[in-house]
């Protein structure tokens, strides 16, 4: 290794070592830290991420990096080195005029916001988070104007969770989507619905951590490099290069949420666990594609998740841990996993009025960056919206637009990530249907395995290497398009509603 490829790596390591106690600290504040706390914590935390944020907005880093860039030098580094080196280039110009005061104000402001979002969604008080949010807005459009100048603010938001996407690319997939499930609703709305209810009974949360330790090994998750905690909501975080985590949230009525968030989480864990080694702790091992990262997830979660067959060999190990399960039949099991209706939160619906919550976010988060809409507006918009896009009004803002938590520390722009995720679903079940042979077997003969090794091998060991554009177009799914997802949409509930 030359002396520059060395002085490099250990860079990383020092600024891993930074990152690492960033993470822990994010992952005690959401898990576990009691309140009196979290202002301490908070301190701490600004601390260590406002030291990774000077490292890497010091002039012997962009040195460092100007060097490495030397087409002599560059053409020798191994391909996740070049990639690495290129994107620290590009965040270094990003970030090196923004003032160190205003990232750790930054830090601290959206941690604290996120706390009063807790408290205001608990309470049904928009008003308490009012000030927060103008102030999270405010100071996003303020970051942009440092690390994006002359850009469009919202596509640049777009950018930083998919790389390459912007409203041009994504208002045409999505007018498609609003358009293809009208009718597709309509049609399942006139026919008969299964009684969720059925599903209700006393469900022992130390059995339901069992089950989800049954749904992270049955789909590949390694216990090794990876364990699980509990939080308000479920989320996965690495901590470091072998320290994966997911979180769940459970209910003692009903086990499905619980299930599916096992699922999801476990898809997300899986693609962080499956990078190529080598590139970790460089940005070639950090895969801020959220589209892509959602992908994963929702492909187990939704795909393979609400597919009957993939309960098929763990559902009796299931019942047996849940009892009160034995009250409903497999079939309406299955029913009551695909039951399709309009309904107020995003995080409990189904796989496809999902869709329609994630485009109603898209456009109010439209309206904030590009119409400047005022915060005093927006509950009312979000009302307005929710009865255009799924005839349904909220009865109050914990129900409407308090019940996420992303806008609270400033993750503006995230949200389109969850449903370009499913519009790439759709194209890598084709592709998996035309690979591996046809996923309804695999998974009916208990082989979930193969498609966890299809997907380790054909997009979770490249970590950030390609783009999610370039990822669909290598295993031959070509141009990203809604088309295969409104045709799995609507082939499934075809079936299972008997349309
Ligand atoms: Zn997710």
Not at 118 to 126: P, Q, S
Not at 208 to 214: E, S, T
Not at 387 to 400: S, V
Not at 415 to 430: A, E, N, R, T
Request: hydrophobic residues 35%; aromatic residues 12%; proline residues 4%.
């Amino acid at each position: 290794m030359s002396d520059l490829l060395k002085k490099y790596t250990d860079f990383l390591d020092e600024l891993d070592t930074y990152n690492q106690a960033v993470n822990v600290f994010t992952w005690d504040l959401q898990t576990a830290a009691p309140d009196m706390s979290i202002e301490s914590k908070l301190k701490a935390l600004s601390f260590f991420s406002t030291k990774a944020f000077e490292m890497t907005t010091s002039d012997s880093y962009a040195k460092m990096l100007d060097e490495l860039l030397e087409p002599s030098v560059f053409e020798a580094l191994p391909d996740y080195i070049r990639y690495a080196v290129t994107e620290n280039k590009l965040q270094y110009e990003r970030f090196k005029n923004v003032p160190t005061d205003f990232y750790s104000e930054y830090v601290s402001a959206s941690a604290r916001s996120e706390k009063v979002w807790e408290k205001a969604k608990e309470e049904n008080d928009f008003a308490m988070f009012a000030p927060h949010l103008e102030k999270m807005i405010a100071m996003k459009k303020k970051m942009l104007a440092y690390t994006d100048p002359g850009k469009d603010p919202y596509d640049a938001l777009l950018d930083q969770y998919e790389k390459g996407m912007t409203t041009k690319d994504i208002d045409p997939i999505f007018d498609e989507i609003k358009a293809g499930l009208k009718p597709l609703l309509a049609a399942i709305a006139a026919k008969p619905q299964p009684d969720i209810n059925k599903v209700n009974g006393y469900y022992d949360v130390e059995k339901q951590r069992k089950v989800q330790d049954i749904i992270l090994k049955y789909q590949g998750f390694d216990t090794k490099s990876g364990t699980t905690g509990e939080s308000a909501h479920p989320f996965t975080m690495s901590l470091n290069e072998s320290d994966t985590r997911v979180t769940n949230h459970y209910n003692t009525t009903e086990p499905i949420n619980a299930m599916f968030s096992a699922c999801h989480e476990c898809g997300h864990a899986l693609f962080e666990q499956n990078v190529d080694p080598r590139y970790k702790k460089t940005a070639a091992g950090e895969v801020e594609m959220m589209g892509l990262h959602e992908s994963q997830s929702r492909l187990y979660e939704n795909i393979l998740g609400r597919n009957a067959n993939y309960w098929i060999p763990i559902y009796d190990q299931i019942v047996e841990l849940l009892p009160d399960l034995k009250k409903i039949t497999f079939d309406e099991f299955v029913s009551i996993i695909n039951y399709v209706h309009p309904s107020m939160i995003r995080t409990d619906a189904d796989e496809v009025t999902y869709c329609l919550h994630i485009i109603l976010r898209y456009e109010m988060e439209k309206a904030i960056f590009i119409d400047n809409v005022s915060v005093g507006d927006l509950p009312a918009l979000w009302n307005d919206k929710m009865e255009e896009l799924l005839g349904i009004r909220p009865a109050n803002d914990a129900e409407g637009i308090l019940q996420d938590m992303h806008w609270s520390d400033g993750s503006f722009g995230y949200f389109p990530s969850y449903l370009l995720g499913s519009v790439y679903d759709g194209m890598i079940l084709k592709v998996l249907n035309e690979q591996l042979g046809d996923i309804d077997t695999i998974l009916r003969e208990g082989r979930i395995k193969e498609i966890t090794a299809w997907l380790k091998e054909n997009i979770h060991r490249h970590g950030a290497l390609y783009s999610s554009k370039e990822v669909l177009k290598r295993i031959g799914a070509g141009e990203v398009t809604a088309g295969p997802l409104l045709k799995y949409f609507n082939e499934k509930y075809t079936k299972i509603y008997n349309l």
